[in-house]
T-cell receptor, first 111, second 114 residues
Framework: DAGVIQSPRHEVTEMGQEVTLRCKPI?????LFWYRQTMMRGLELLIY????????DSGMPEDRFSAKMPNASFSTLKIQPSEPRDSAVYFC?????????FGPGTRLTVT | GENVEQHPSTLSVQEGDSAVIKCTYS??????FPWYKQELGKRPQLIID?????GEKKDQRIAVTLNKTAKHFSLHITETQPEDSAVYFC?????????????FGTGTQLKVEL
């Protein structure tokens, strides 16, 4: 199994632009999580899905952030419009049981 | 909601020595406590976890202890090696068997010196 796949691995964009991060979970996993990691705030859970349905989005910082999971093998996290304070590493993780498997992350830089 | 505190933020040990990282949690309903290791520029990876029905768990050079009454748990690494150098995160959640909403500690940068 290839593990959790994320794209792009690096994204540099200008303030105000729309950013879309993509994630493919491990096949057969029914939970998908989006995390954000920064030096200041550490690892934060943004939102998670179960069987493609959003269960808890209380960690989504504001309305500029949205996430979708149209099918069991694909999820997106969108930021529109992006701001410099959104610069971070965004991880996607999936699980079938308690253990969460993280993807390689997307390093987002907003200038 | 859950709050997890982790100490120390940095830890430097000599190769072969032991390292101990401590975490406290606030929500008495939490019953699942994983530890993740994150090497520089890499993804977090689970190294060991413990549930509240046990007080200690070991896996080779790594062990985790849990004190439910005091709401704290610790990671112990014995005979440290240079490849143990990384950031270690503790986390806490209610174990639902799948959709565990993990709250992470702030991380401990462990450096194992030759």
């Amino acid at each position: 199994d290839a593990g959790v796949i994320q794209s792009p691995r690096h994204e540099v964009t200008e303030m105000g632009q729309e950013v879309t991060l993509r994630c493919k979970p491990i096949s057969g996993h029914d939970y998908l999580f989006w995390y954000r990691q920064t030096m200041m705030r550490g690892l934060e859970l943004l939102i998670y899905f179960n069987n493609n349905v959003p269960i808890d989005d209380s960690g989504m910082p504001e309305d500029r952030f949205s996430a979708k999971m149209p099918n069991a093998s694909f999820s997106t996290l969108k930021i529109q419009p992006s701001e410099p304070r959104d610069s971070a590493v965004y991880f996607c993780a999936s699980s079938l049981s308690s253990e969460q498997y993280f993807g390689p992350g997307t390093r987002l830089t907003v200038t | 909601g859950e709050n997890v505190e982790q100490h120390p933020s940095t830890l430097s040990v000599q190769e072969g020595d032991s390292a101990v990282i401590k975490c406290t949690y606030s929500d008495s309903a939490s019953n699942y406590f994983p530890w993740y290791k994150q090497e520089l520029g890499k993804r977090p990876q689970l190294i060991i976890d413990i549930r509240s029905n046990v007080g200690e768990k070991k896996d080779q050079r790594i062990a985790v202890t849990l004190n439910k009454t005091a709401k704290h748990f610790s990671l112990h690494i014995t005979e440290t090696q240079p490849e143990d150098s990384a950031v270690y995160f503790c986390a806490a959640s209610m174990d639902t068997g799948g959709g565990n909403k993990l709250t992470f500690g702030t991380g401990t940068q462990l450096k194992v010196e030759l």
